[in-house]
């Protein structure tokens, strides 16, 4: 193991063998390493390399990325193994991620290392995140709740925003399919010792009609052929400021605000809404790093709001109603704390704290709109020759909840430079949300957390050409929270933790890089069943894959995707449907007109399939993009 005697800014990536104490410059490390894929700092809280973590990883750097083209962060998501992704619409509507079988709010999203998301829904909306302020992401598959705490019973994502050396930019502007019109710019500025970057994007489209047609139940009370259109903008600056060999501050802060048109619904008791939705989300980070000579501290300090209203006022205006705009904005301040300790080349141990309030400001009355959350976690891990082993526990106590400690172990064994074996086991808990807790007239405040356990046996090869993820795993959820109506009416939901679910599942990722081709190959096999009901959870096909083909050749570079999503089962509105399997065909090219300018051209579901991710919501028809970038 290598040692981490280094100042960690977890946005910036700096690599393990590298002393802090020994570079004046931590800024040129940043730069030098930021594309690496076979650096991961979320799967332990540590910079670790990817082929020694006994967690199932995927990165995606920014060349990667720009090479996808995703059209969203839903979109690059798709393309791991173990996750499936619904999308209420187009790329800017509700999207949920389903990571190996579990719910959509069992993922927790961090933004630069800040936990992000609405306290009310118990999640983040992960639509809101632009992918062109995105410089890589970080998804961990498995429960991490014993370093992270709730939320991570299927894993964690965490995304960090563009990162760029003084001086250098990137700037662009893309067109498409249903009026889509997008501009986007990073510039980096500052010197060596004080790097930041500043970036912007701001996107509109027309979209296209997100309600199915007729006959859909319920019916949408609004126009049922009319575009529902999108727009959002967002800025982000990053970077740190190295004071002193010893000492460095980190600054991250994003702003991101949208609009996005939706289908009213006006006669449905709980899954009503207007005919608009915005959203004016935005955190703040300083996160201090001091290198003593045997030990490394970080405090960081952020603070962040998620905010949504639900606007009724143009089916107010066209019928005559009177309903209320519903508006819930979240706001939470965090303290986190961590001490890194090495010792010798063989063993680390990370240990930390974290405090966070949770306020909640809204035009409903809910019994509570305030809650504190504190946690203590203890990590470590230790090589014995080809032996490694790795251990984490934490203590979390959030609002008037009952505390929950959570664990992590895992033993590896790793037979060469090119295969590892890993063994591990896990548990987690996702907190009780406040519309699960207090709404008003339907909340129950004796809920209790929803609590995991999960067993997974990874197995991992490498060599210069080929590489191969393998993972078994099984899962069992206890205490599943679940809305029900109370009396006939139906009018009156409550919420209580009566489900179970068992869940297995096994997924490879499989890449080669032959000649001038890069090929990657993902499949899933998830087995998730209700055990109340005894059916399959709803939006979780059995069976997926998707193959991403890249080729260079020159000034030119290809891309095709194909993605294939089995049947799945759905509930609507207590109707069950089934969602029809399908397979999606993109391909894209990029033309490089010298070292700077590029043009890009991308046709997604170019055989115009006919799909649903969710019940009602009708897929995407074939969309077309070109992309002009200039980076300098």
């Known amino acids: 193991m290598k040692k981490t005697l280094i100042a960690l800014s977890i946005s910036s990536l700096l690599y393990s063998s590298l002393s802090f104490a020994e570079q004046s410059n931590t800024a040129l490390i940043n730069k030098t390493l930021k594309a690496d894929e076979t650096i991961v700092v979320t799967a332990n809280r540590s910079i670790q390399d990817k082929f020694d973590t006994l967690a199932a990883v995927d990165i995606f750097t920014r060349e990667k990325i720009?090479?996808?083209?995703?059209?969203?962060?839903?979109?690059?998501?798709?393309?791991?193994?173990?996750?499936?992704?619904?999308?209420?619409?187009?790329?800017?509507?509700?999207?949920?991620?389903?990571?190996?079988?579990?719910?959509?709010?069992?993922i927790l999203v961090l933004v630069n290392g800040v936990r992000v998301g609405s306290a009310t829904l118990g999640a983040k909306s992960i639509a809101d995140i632009p992918v062109q302020l995105v410089e890589r992401v970080e998804v961990i598959r498995g429960p991490r709740a014993a370093l992270w705490g709730s939320d991570a019973v299927g894993g964690v994502i965490q995304i960090f925003t563009r990162d760029l050396s003084p001086g250098e930019g990137q700037v662009g502007v893309k067109v498409g399919s249903d009026s889509l019109y997008q501009g986007y710019g990073a510039l980096g500025f500052g010197n060596e010792n004080h790097s930041y970057t500043l970036s912007a994007t701001a996107e509109k489209s027309n979209g296209f009609d997100v309600t199915a047609p007729s006959g859909s139940i319920p019916p949408a009370v609004d126009k049922n052929d009319d575009d529902d259109g999108y727009d959002r903008q967002s800025v982000s600056i990053s970077g740190t400021s190295q004071f002193t060999k010893q000492y460095a501050l980190e600054l991250n802060t994003q702003y991101d605000q949208g609009t996005t048109e939706i289908d009213a619904n006006t006669t449905d008791p709980v899954y009503g809404s207007g005919d608009e939705s915005s959203y004016e989300n935005y955190h703040l980070l300083l996160r201090n790093h001091l290198q003593l000579e045997q030990v490394y501290l970080q405090l960081g300090l952020s603070t962040s709001q998620d905010s949504n209203e639900d606007n009724y006022s143009d089916y107010n205006d066209e019928n005559g109603g009177n309903?209320?705009?519903?508006?819930?904005?979240?706001?939470?301040?965090?303290?986190?704390?961590?001490?890194?300790?090495?010792?010798?080349?063989?063993?680390?141990?990370?240990?930390?704290?974290?405090?966070?309030?949770?306020?909640?400001?809204?035009?409903?009355?809910?019994?509570?709109?305030?809650?504190?959350?504190?946690?203590?976690?203890?990590?470590?891990?230790?090589?014995?020759?080809?032996?490694?082993?790795?251990?984490?526990?934490?203590?979390?106590?959030?609002?008037?909840?009952?505390?929950?400690?959570t664990y992590q172990l895992a033993a590896g064994y790793q037979v060469s430079d090119q295969l590892l074996f890993s063994l591990s086991h896990g548990t987690a808990f996702k907190a009780p949300s406040f519309n699960d807790l207090y709404y008003p007239g339907s909340g129950n405040p004796d809920l209790v957390s929803e609590t995991s356990d999960s067993t997974e046996l990874l197995t991992r090869y490498q060599n210069d050409i080929f590489s191969a993820e393998v993972s078994v795993y099984q899962t069992n959820i206890d205490n599943l929270i679940e809305w029900a109506p109370i009396d006939s009416s139906g009018f009156i939901w409550k919420p209580s933790n009566i489900a179970q679910a068992e869940i297995f599942g096994a997924e490879a990722t499989i890449t080669?890089?032959?000649?001038?081709?890069?090929?990657?190959?993902?499949?899933?096999?998830?087995?998730?069943?209700?055990?109340?009901?005894?059916k399959q959870l709803a939006r979780r096909p059995y069976f997926s894959a998707n193959y991403n083909f890249f080729y260079s050749l020159e000034q030119l570079e290809f891309t095709f995707d194909v993605n294939y999503q089995g049947s799945s089962y759905d509930k609507s509105y207590s109707q069950d449907k089934t969602l029809k399997a399908y397979t999606l065909l993109d391909v894209g090219v990029n033309y490089r007109l010298n070292d700077q300018l590029s043009l890009f051209a991308k046709v997604t579901n170019l055989t115009e399939k006919d799909y649903q991710t969710a019940s009602n919501y009708p897929g995407a028809e074939r969309g077309y993009s070109l992309t002009l970038d200039y980076k300098f």
């Open 66 to 106: 720009e090479q996808i083209q995703p059209l969203s962060i839903s979109d690059l998501l798709g393309r791991v193994a173990g996750i499936t992704i619904s999308t209420q619409g187009t790329s800017a509507h509700k999207s949920s991620a389903f990571v190996r079988g579990t719910n959509s709010d069992h």
């Open 323 to 405: 309903n209320k705009n519903n508006i819930f904005t979240t706001t939470r301040d965090q303290i986190t704390a961590l001490a890194q300790l090495p010792f010798a080349q063989s063993s680390e141990v990370t240990t930390g704290a974290e405090w966070y309030t949770e306020s909640i400001d809204t035009n409903n009355e809910y019994d509570k709109t305030t809650r504190d959350a504190s946690a203590l976690f203890i990590t470590g891990r230790h090589n014995i020759e080809q032996i490694k082993l790795e251990a984490s526990v934490r203590y979390d106590k959030v609002g008037d909840i009952n505390g929950e400690t």
């Open 512 to 534: 080669a890089d032959i000649a001038d081709t890069s090929n990657r190959l993902t499949l899933s096999h998830v087995d998730a069943e209700d055990k109340t009901t005894g």
